[in-house]
């Protein structure tokens, strides 16, 4: 069974650089919930590189293979107000969850430490 846990905003530095450390290399793709009930899923995925955070503003790195070049990506999340992490079966953290101050809500969707799947 898998649990969904809220980071209290005065650890959300602490917590976004610990979990990077024991993350990074892993699967991880966006999806993009709207608060009128839109859905937009990223297509490209990458490895997770680093999370950080400054102010409300979150900043995703990731890496991804192009026909045998390491490229990265780089998306900032802006105006956060809520971060949740859920965790996976195994207690492994499987997503993150951004809030923003319209209702909508970003995921960052990790592979599965138990099966594989992202």
Same mark, same amino acid.
């Given at each position: 069974?898998?649990? &969904?846990k809220m980071v209290e905003p005065k650890e959300w530095e602490t917590f976004l650089y610990a979990f990077t450390a024991r993350n990074q290399g892993r699967r991880a793709r966006f999806e993009i919930f709207g608060p009128k009930g839109g859905f937009k899923e990223e297509e490209q995925e990458g490895d997770f590189?680093? &999370?950080?955070?400054?102010?409300? @503003?979150?900043?995703?790195k990731r890496r991804y293979d192009d026909h045998g070049q390491q490229k990265a990506m780089v998306d900032e999340?802006?105006?956060?107000?809520? &971060?949740?992490?859920?965790? *996976?079966? *195994?207690?492994s953290e499987a997503m993150l969850e951004f809030a923003d101050? @319209?209702?909508?809500?970003?995921?960052?969707?990790f592979e599965s430490m138990v099966d594989g799947v992202s």
């Open positions: 069974m898998t649990m &969904i590189a680093s &999370i950080s955070i400054d102010g409300n @503003k979150v900043t995703v999340l802006n105006n956060v107000r809520g &971060i949740s992490v859920q965790y *996976d079966t *195994d207690n101050e @319209k209702g909508g809500k970003t995921t960052l969707h």
